[in-house]
């Protein structure tokens, strides 16, 4: 790739979710097109570690697309302006020499900002806690392939069991709902016979705690989709409402 | 895992009242556009009128429609809670804010579109509903001869009529209702109404567009050969036919009068 770029940033700096926040602007020269945006961020810091400032706070750990650690709103959009990618993986190629450009924390009051650009997400770790789980009984190691699950339903459950729970369905959306993600990981037990037995519970339960948290409601205008990183689909959403509503009307868990 | 919501308090059963007010309103559209296309008969209103009498009067209608009235408030209401709640779940809003790249601007502006719909509703109810329920409106008679199938028509002025009959006396039809029909002629003669009712026919377009096929997704129906039939459905249905035919009739009254 040709020449390095240089670039104006726009960065969101806040204390702690006790204070207010401003966009503080910072250049960004020598840029090389190759780097990934979290690295073009590191050169940022380094400069202002130098001049003795406090560097920008930001998410990461995998810097591989994997563990959904990273996150940036970035002119705009969540993970920046290319479809299918994490931050870490959206290379500096994606911009152009003399751009500016505008980073946000994720928004939503279910994810009060920590400092900068870090964002509070253990909202989807109570969420996930309140039943996204199937109970184990300890014993004998059962036999592989014991239990017959077809094909298509296998690969179904483990589209919905490759969200990372990054957030940047809830970033996407006007309303900062979490159903994209909770639709996921509800989707991936409900498809399975292992899930089955706690199914009209948990479906109960991990809705319960996303309104608890104060996540938005879904109208269903498919932001979330065409902004996860790993492509959870709207119809997982479609199922989550069929086992609540299901779980609701027909099959209350409680007993009598 | 033992807690669990009542479901219309939960962020999911708001949702569903959404949708199932929401595609009973749908069904009364079809029935709606389906009576109202009798305007376009050329009878001087008597298919019409007949119509508007027998939709007010008859016991089951009646019942269907206070069911309509309510779920016409309730749609209204529940947009609203549900407005509020979306909006305290991102208190600072992006300074940057591309939806239109990853979202349909339909599915972003159900609220604007909703808003336009209700002041619809009040302006078309008190044009039509209230009127022809305040005895705002006139009576005629239509006398037909069954032999020749020639129509004679009367204006019943004033207080002079104020029954509805049909019957059939020496293969003569005589009918007496309120003259609907005259009523719509007057208020489409308003340009400012048929612009006003034109304009609300387009958003009433794009809010089927994306609300027939999310009150369906809603409800959990996303099947794989099914879906698409509804897809089809909310966009040629709901977003063109319907809207089309319905604001066809302000245009042809102001410009065949």
Known sequence: MSGNMNLTLKVWRQKNDKTRGKFVTYQANGISSDMSFLEMLDVVNEDLVRKGEDPIHFDHDCREGICGMCSLHINGRPHGPKQGTTTCQLHMRSFHDGQTIVIEPWRAAAFPVIKDLAVDRSAFDRIQQAGGYINVNTGGVPDANGIPIPKIVADEAFESATCIGCGACVAACKNASAMLFVSAKISQYALLPQGQTERYSRAQAMVAQMDAEGFGSCTNTGACEAECPVGIKLTNIARMNREYLGAKILKQVEPH | ?257
């Open chain 2, 1 to 257: 895992m033992s807690k669990s919501k009542h479901l219309l308090s939960s962020s999911l059963g708001k949702k569903l009242i959404m949708s199932l007010t929401g595609l009973f309103l749908c069904t009364f559209l079809i029935v709606h556009l389906a009576g109202n296309l009798q305007l376009f008969y050329d009878d001087q209103g008597k298919a019409f009128n007949d119509y508007a009498h027998f939709m007010t009067h008859f016991t089951p209608i009646r019942i269907v429609s206070y069911l309509l009235y309510a779920s016409i408030v309730i749609h209204a209401i529940y947009a609203l809670l549900l407005t509020i709640h979306n909006r305290k779940a991102r208190p600072v809003s992006y300074a940057v804010y591309r939806g239109s790249e990853n979202s349909a601007w339909s599915s972003r502006n159900m609220g604007i579109l909703g808003t336009v719909l209700l002041v619809f509703i009040v302006t078309h109810m008190s044009n039509f509903w209230w009127k022809y329920h305040n005895d705002g409106v006139p009576y005629i008679e239509y006398r037909t001869d069954l032999a020749t199938q020639e129509t004679t028509v009367t204006e019943l002025i004033g207080d002079e009529y104020t029954d509805y009959v049909k019957y059939i006396d020496n293969d003569v039809e005589v009918l007496k209702a309120k003259d609907l029909y005259k009523q719509v002629q007057f208020t489409f003669k308003n340009w400012l109404l048929v612009a006003f009712y034109v304009l609300a026919m387009a958003a009433l377009s794009f809010h089927l567009i994306h609300g027939f096929k999310s009150a369906f997704q809603t409800l959990g129906f996303d099947h794989r050969k099914y879906a698409p039939v509804i897809r089809f459905l909310g966009i040629w249905l709901f977003g063109v036919v319907i809207p089309i035919a319905f604001a066809a009739m302000p245009l042809y009254f102001y410009f065949s009068s």
